[in-house]
């Protein structure tokens, strides 16, 4: 079978052969996985449920500090992520799971990137018992939603197709 | 006991577990997401107690820890429900066995800060009262447990 070029590249790198080669590997980066979206998707999700309203006595700018955190965790989950691709980048490339779960992730950052433009200059405003703004909120909602959708698809990607992921 | 256990994994609710295209992916998926709420949430508290960041009161974070038992109750029902699908290979594993002790540590510890540390939360926003370094210790402690949660949940997937 004719593989794409970027695609047999990225299978013969060094990280794709370490990944096959080193049994253990695979599911301490799963692990390590887990770990980096539960500081994703949980200080993003909390600062989401603040500005919804829930927990409405914590300021959001204090939480706000907690960001570099929930990037640590997506970084963590870009080497991890870009390993468990190297494994089998040709089971990967044509599994729906996965593509949708990469198009959620274009989309979740840049509803992301939309927050940090218009409503992080302002959170400071938010302090304990204010209410947000309402495109703050839907905003949050949005960021929530696609989290959850995100955990979903990235657990699919292990129970479709060749059942080899 | 034996006997016990494979009489659970015989069960209908067993079969469809296992043999259903949709149940185990769901419950698995559902188990993630309990995951991110309990000890998501808790890094938060943890790292508060620690000090991360000081300028974060306490008092309203109190709220988080129902977030924490949610996310605990999502993820004890679908643990059961994963446990029926091979309860006799889960329970003879040690590492299964292991993270079941790291998981009642990390609850037993967020039960124990959550009742002290939240209980001073109004001094300790004040200025008026300190975190001791013990309370820090248990809080890195958590976190620790946590982590070792986690992995070990991941790796009883692979025996």
Known sequence: ?165 | MNTLLQTIQDTSFADWVRVSEWGYPIVLTLHSLGLALVVGVLFIIDLRIIGIPRSLPLVPMRQLMRLVWLGFTVNLLTGLTLFTADAVKFYHSPTFRFKLLAVVSGVTLAAILNSIVFKAAPDIDSGAARISPAFKGMAILSILVWLAAISLGRYVAYE
């Open chain 1, 1 to 165: 079978m004719h593989h794409a070029p970027i695609l047999v590249w990225i299978h013969d790198s060094p990280l794709g052969v370490v990944m096959r080669d080193v049994t253990w590997l695979f599911p301490t980066f799963q692990a390590i996985h887990l770990v980096g979206m539960t500081l994703l998707v949980g200080v993003i999700g909390v600062i989401d449920l603040r500005i919804l309203g829930f927990a409405k006595g914590l300021p959001v700018a204090a939480l706000h500090r907690l960001i570099p955190l929930a990037l640590a965790g997506f970084a963590v989950n870009v080497v991890t992520g870009l390993g468990f691709f190297a494994s089998e980048p040709y089971s990967f490339a044509v599994v729906w799971a996965f593509r949708i779960k990469m198009l959620l992730l274009l989309l979740a950052g840049l509803n992301a990137l939309w927050f940090s433009i218009s409503i992080s200059p302002h959170v400071h405003g938010w302090v304990g018992g204010v209410d947000a703004s309402r495109l703050a909120k839907v905003l949050s909602l949005l960021s929530l939603m696609f989290w959850v959708c995100i955990v979903f698809a990235g657990r699919f990607i292990a129970f479709e197709g060749t059942g080899s992921l």
